[in-house]
Nanobody, 116 residues
Framework: QVQLVESGGGLVQSGGSLKLACAAS????????MSWYRQASGEEREKVAR????????TYADSVKGRFTISRDDSKNTVYLQMNSLKPEDTAVYYC?????????WGQGTQVTVSS
């Protein structure tokens, strides 16, 4: 079965950096685009970044463009989110996502807290 396991979250000061990782299993990772979403307390989940199956195309939410970088390592079945210049408004639970056979799969999420 599809399994996504996020890691790398934590508490960081404003202006700091974190790198999230999502280890995937249960499907042929290299064939699928992968995305990162986040959900702040009391708000809807929003898409942060997406990377194509080949890694050749990446897209970002306007709020993180120029600060976050999504990447993938198909040899490790892992997708990453490098987050730089973090702001308090980046505080949220971050989720890894894959859409397979018209079904959304999610990890358990990893908490990112940015203090001012």
């Amino acid at each position: 079965q599809v399994q996504l396991v996020e890691s790398g979250g934590g508490l960081v000061q404003s202006g700091g950096s974190l790198k999230l990782a999502c280890a995937a299993s249960g499907f042929t990772f290299r064939n699928y685009a992968m995305s990162w979403y986040r959900q702040a307390s009391g708000e809807e989940r929003e898409k942060v970044a997406r990377i194509s199956s080949t890694g050749g195309t990446t897209t970002y939410a306007d709020s993180v463009k120029g600060r976050f970088t999504i990447s993938r390592d198909d040899s490790k079945n892992t997708v990453y989110l490098q987050m730089n210049s973090l702001k308090p408004e980046d505080t949220a639970v971050y989720y890894c996502n894959v859409v397979r056979l018209w079904t959304d799969y999610w990890g358990q999420g990893t908490q990112v807290t940015v203090s001012s």
